[in-house]
C-alpha cells in the first residue's frame, strides 16, 4: 500500500462550534450564578461587585490603558406586598417565563432565593431552559423586524 491507499478515508463534516442554543444556555447560565453569588453575599451582610477591565485611550499621550471599574448589577428579586420574596428569571432585558403565563418564583426570604437560584441554574444547566429562551429570542426579534420602517427608492419619471 502506497500513497492514499494506505489511510482510511471517510465522509465528515465538521461540527460547528458556535450552536445558538448552547450559547445562550452558557449566557444565561453566567448571569444566574453573578445573581447566585450576589445573594450569598447580601446572606452574608456584605456587598457583591463585578469588576470589568476596559481599554480607554488617554487623551494626552495617545496611548492606551487598562481601567477597571464596578459594573453596577441589580438583583432579580425583590420582596412583595405580602412579605414574601419573588424571584424572576431575565434573558438580557426580558424576563423568562418558566410555565405559560408564570413568570416569577415566590419565596421565603433570601434562603428561598438561594435555593430557587441553584435548582434554576441545574435546570439551565441542562438545557431545560432552551424552549423557553429561544421563544423570548423569536418574540424579540419578530417585534423588531415588523416595527423596522422600510426605505423604498423610486426612479424619478
Given at each position: 500500500m502506497?500513497?492514499?491507499s494506505?489511510?482510511k478515508?471517510v465522509?465528515?463534516?465538521p461540527?460547528p ?5 448552547v450559547?445562550?444556555r452558557?449566557k444565561l447560565?453566567k ?11 447580601f446572606?452574608?451582610?456584605g ?10 485611550k ?7 490603558k487598562?481601567?477597571?471599574h ?15 420574596t ?8 426580558k ?8 413568570n416569577a ?14 435548582v ?6 441542562a438545557g ?8 423570548l429570542?423569536n418574540k424579540?426579534?419578530e417585534?423588531?423586524q415588523?416595527?423596522r ?9
Amino acid at each position: 500500500m502506497t500513497g492514499l491507499s494506505a489511510l482510511k478515508l471517510v465522509s465528515s463534516k465538521p461540527i460547528p462550534k458556535s450552536n445558538p442554543r448552547v450559547i445562550r444556555r452558557q449566557k444565561l447560565c453566567k448571569k444566574l450564578l453573578q445573581q447566585l453569588e450576589m445573594a450569598r453575599c447580601f446572606k452574608a451582610g456584605g456587598t457583591y461587585e463585578v469588576v470589568i477591565t476596559k481599554r480607554v485611550k488617554d487623551n494626552e499621550t495617545g496611548e492606551y490603558k487598562q481601567i477597571q471599574h464596578p459594573k453596577k448589577i441589580k438583583p432579580w428579586w425583590w420582596t412583595a406586598a405580602d412579605g414574601k420574596t419573588c424571584l424572576t428569571v431575565r434573558y438580557g432585558a426580558k424576563t423568562l417565563e418558566l410555565i405559560n403565563g408564570r413568570n416569577a418564583i415566590e419565596t421565603d426570604g433570601i434562603d428561598g432565593v438561594i435555593s430557587a437560584l441553584e435548582v434554576v441554574q441545574k435546570a439551565a444547566e441542562a438545557g431545560e431552559l432552551d424552549l423557553q429562551i429561544e421563544g423570548l429570542v423569536n418574540k424579540h426579534s419578530e417585534a423588531s423586524q415588523t416595527t423596522r420602517p422600510t426605505l423604498s427608492l423610486r426612479k424619478p419619471a
